[in-house]
Each structure stands twice: as C-alpha cells, then as structure tokens.
Nanobody, 123 residues
C-alpha cells in the first residue's frame, strides 16, 4: 500500500503559475498516478494522469495547454499549472491506481489517496 502526500498549494493571483507535488512512500512504477480536484460544493473531478512506466499522460480537455504532469523521480510527480483561473480554486489530490485499471479518469478506480492541498485564487 502506497502513502501519498501533496504539497505546493496556497493563495495565488489569477494569471500566475505554481507547481503542485505528490510524494509517495513507494515507487510509482507499478501504478497509474492521477491528479483530481474538488471545488467547494462540487463533485471531485479528474484533472490528469500518468502511466508511470512508459510515461503516457492523459489530461482533461479543459486543462490542456495550461496543466502539465511530469515526473521528478520515482517517488515524486508534479502538476504544473500555468495561467491560473478563478475556476482552478479547489483542493487538489493525487491518487494511485493499479496498472490494470480500465478507466484512468474514474476516481472510484483509485484506492490510494493523499489528503489534498488547497489552491485558492485571489483577485
């Protein structure tokens, strides 16, 4: 069982950029790694994911061009967010799923979750 910890959130001005990190107690080599977010009063939604071994990435259409998922090392991945918008305000979670998962965008397929990091946009 892998343990996950997110970091990098905070209060950020709209139009700015930041990088969120997800650090694991184990290597990511045997998992799909996903990023999700949950805005106040809204359902948790898929942001993006990476199949760790080959490095294939998947991004929600609405964030393509602004969000990037990347590896740092075998225990850390990043979510780079550029040109921040007010609608990006949410708690951001990283999650891990077995490599045989069928749908990488379904949160129900991810058994391992971090506690989340808050991202808030200021005007």
């Amino acid at each position: 069982q892998v343990q996950l910890v997110e970091s990098g959130g905070g209060l950020v001005q709209a139009g700015g950029s930041l990088r969120l990190s997800c650090t694991a107690s184990d290597t990511f080599s045997l998992y799909f790694m996903g990023w999700f977010r949950q805005a106040p009063g809204k359902e948790r939604e898929f942001v993006g994911a990476i199949r760790w071994g080959p490095g294939n990435t998947y991004l929600e259409d609405s964030v393509k061009g602004r969000f990037t998922i990347s590896k740092y090392d075998e225990n850390t991945m990043y979510l780079q967010i550029n040109t921040l918008k007010p609608e990006d305000t949410a708690v951001y979670y990283c999650a891990a799923a077995p490599i045989w998962v069928i749908s990488v965008i379904d949160s129900a397929d991810y058994p391992y979750w971090g506690q989340g990091t808050q991202l808030a946009l200021s005007s």
